[in-house]
């Protein structure tokens, strides 16, 4: 059998240095597998090139000549459009100038002297394969508004840097503009514009005085691809300054995460590490500078753990539901009037993981769905077994996170989830966080109807935790406010929290809701809290979140009290 590549002729090469010793060294070396041609400055491989445009295969090209320089043909060649196409493998000494040949086009560098022959035929032979393949963009390709490269061309070129000049230590950096969408929405399109050519050109003054590269990677993010820098605190400030000068009547923020360069981490890593850095610092106006450390890289190693666990935690029971009883304190004594479901994640190697642990991974996500779904099925079914078992109706309230109200198959599921379990939508309470109502409002008002309709009760979780106002209140179809723990904390100490605790019980008992007060630990809170006039308690003081073996003593106490 003939083999194609016997019948081809060899592939052309042009080796372009000064030095005689140079160009016979390279032939030496390629001569077995390539045809070699040879100049000896730039105008010469001008003429060479132009010559055998259609069949060059590669060119090896000095950047140090008389006549003309390596740079020069490097620039001759990304002008032209038939030139541009060929790869080029830069021949230096000089490490500063692999950078600018490389952003220049250039698409690997050999150092002089001479590597070892089988590094240098496998580069050759790689870039030409390369571009062959059409993988190695031959012309950089620009973001227009700042300027600076393409998301793909950085992200192509930061590869080929780390694959080709492993010597090249980069730091991944990430830079943020805070809330850009509401700088657009309230200034125009247009100065967003500017902000965001403001920063292009910061970073186009910082690249030239350091090494580099810089693309922007989405609207208002920047990626920055450079050598060390002493002092990213500074690097920030620079930029913060900068931006601080568009506008006195517009405050823009910046943020930044940076990923210090690691052994062996491709680039595309160490900018989602760089990215989550700077996710981590957002909003934080204060110090919006997060480098990705140790923690980072364990805390995301557990998080992918628990992403890998999920589905099997839920089979083999690892996720338990909690309940954690509330009181009614206007009874003497007081009457245990229903229960909370919170999840708990029983590790088999981790121990007892809280939900604030792993359910804002899971939030982010969407599989918060899932997590929710399963600890509705368990609750109903306990709320079902406890009914059996003793005679009595205990209302259980399940969280409903953000993800969940949204969610068109909700109301389905959950009308499932009642009938299949023989029960009545007023044994099962959902509590919604407050955060919920601010977002989509038009949308969360008819979930949060309908649900009402069916007959379950609706309560406010977190009350007062940030996101509401007073007034919301007012026309939020909701039965129960949970009024966040921080309220109750110092009402022993601070007689501003308590005034303000009374406040908001006279504006729920106005408005016709109960109300929950959560975290009560101690008995003088409970004492101020009945005074007061709060309904509902729930917290330590009475009881920790506790596993149904549990709280089925609970549930035998009460029913001793009421036999008397
Ligand atoms: P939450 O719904 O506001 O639940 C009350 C939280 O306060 C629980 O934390 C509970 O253990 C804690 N707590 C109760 N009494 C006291 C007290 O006296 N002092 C103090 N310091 N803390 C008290 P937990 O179980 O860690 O849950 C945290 C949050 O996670 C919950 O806040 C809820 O938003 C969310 N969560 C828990 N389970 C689920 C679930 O199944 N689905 C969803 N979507 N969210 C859940
Ligand atoms: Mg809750
Ligand atoms: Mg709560």
Redesign the pocket.
């Known amino acids: 059998m003939i083999n194609s590549k016997q019948i081809q002729r060899p592939k052309l090469v042009l080796v372009v240095d000064d030095q005689e010793i140079n160009r016979d060294a390279l032939g030496v070396i390629l001569e077995d597998d390539y045809e070699i041609i040879c100049a000896s400055d730039g105008s010469e491989a001008l003429k060479e090139i132009q010559a055998h445009v259609d069949n060059l295969s590669i060119v090896l090209l000095d950047l140090m000549m008389p006549v003309m320089n390596g740079f020069e043909v490097l620039e001759r060649m990304a002008g032209d459009d038939r030139m541009k196409h060929i790869p080029v493998i830069v021949l230096t000494a000089d490490k500063s100038a692999e950078l600018r040949a490389l952003q220049m086009g250039a698409a690997d560098f050999i150092t002089k002297p001479f590597d070892v022959p089988e590094v240098i035929i496998a580069r050759v032979a790689r870039i030409i394969e390369l571009s062959e393949g059409r993988q190695l963009i031959s012309a950089a390709e620009h973001d227009p508004v700042t300027l600076l490269y393409s998301r793909n061309f950085f992200f192509e070129y930061a590869n080929r840097l780390h694959h080709y000049s492993p010597e090249l230590h980069l730091d991944a950096v990430v830079l943020d503009i805070e809330q850009f969408h509401t700088i657009n929405a309230v200034n125009g399109r247009d100065f967003g514009d500017d902000v965001l050519r403001v920063v292009g050109a910061e970073i186009r003054d910082f690249l030239s005085e350091t090494e580099g590269i810089a693309c922007r990677f989405e609207a208002d993010r920047f990626e920055i691809y450079c050598v060390p820098q002493p002092d990213y605190q500074a690097l920030l400030e620079r930029f913060q300054r900068r931006v601080g000068r568009i506008s006195p009547n517009v405050s823009i923020h910046l943020r930044m995460g940076v990923n210090p360069w690691q052994e062996g981490v491709e680039p595309v890593l160490m900018f989602d590490r760089a990215r989550a850095a700077s996710t981590m610092v957002r909003g934080n106006y204060q110090s919006p500078l997060m480098i990705y450390d140790e923690d980072m890289r364990m805390r995301e190693l557990r998080d992918r753990r628990f992403l890998n666990e999920l589905r099997s935690a839920i089979q083999t029971r690892q996720l338990r539901?909690?309940y954690?009883p509330k009181y009614d304190i206007q009874c003497d004594p007081p009457r245990l009037s229903s229960a909370?479901?919170?999840?708990?994640w029983q590790h088999p190697e981790l121990g007892m993981i809280?939900?604030?642990d792993f359910?804002p991974l899971f939030?982010g996500n969407g599989l918060?769905g899932v997590?929710?779904n399963y600890?509705w099925q368990v609750a109903a079914a306990q709320i079902a077994e406890w009914r059996k078992k003793y005679g009595v109706k205990l209302p259980v309230s399940?969280?409903?996170?953000r993800n969940?109200v949204f969610d068109p198959t909700l109301i389905d599921r959950l009308v499932r989830i009642i009938e299949d379990n023989g029960l009545d939508y007023s044994d099962m309470k959902m509590?919604v966080?407050e955060s919920a109502y601010t977002e989509k409002a038009n949308d969360l008002l008819q979930v949060v109807n309908r649900l009402r309709q069916l007959g379950f009760e609706i309560e406010m979780?977190?009350f007062g935790s940030g996101y509401s106002s007073l007034n919301m209140l007012s026309y939020m179809p909701i039965d129960v406010l949970?009024m966040?723990?921080k309220f109750v904390r110092n009402i022993e100490s601070s007689e501003t929290d308590l005034r303000l605790v009374k406040l908001i019980l006279d504006i729920a008992k106005y408005l016709k809701l109960r109300v929950v007060a959560?975290?009560?630990?101690t008995e003088g809170q409970l004492a101020l809290l009945k005074d007061s006039g709060c309904d509902l308690v729930?917290?330590?003081?009475f009881s920790?979140?506790l596993p149904p073996e549990s709280f089925e003593k609970l549930i035998e106490r009460e029913l001793e009290i009421e036999r008397g």
Request: net charge negative.
């Open positions: 539901v909690f954690q909370e479901a919170l999840i708990r809280s939900p604030g359910l939030e918060i997590v929710d600890v399940v969280n409903l996170s969940d509590e966080t979780d977190d949970k966040d723990m959560e975290g009560v630990e729930q917290g330590f003081y920790r979140p």
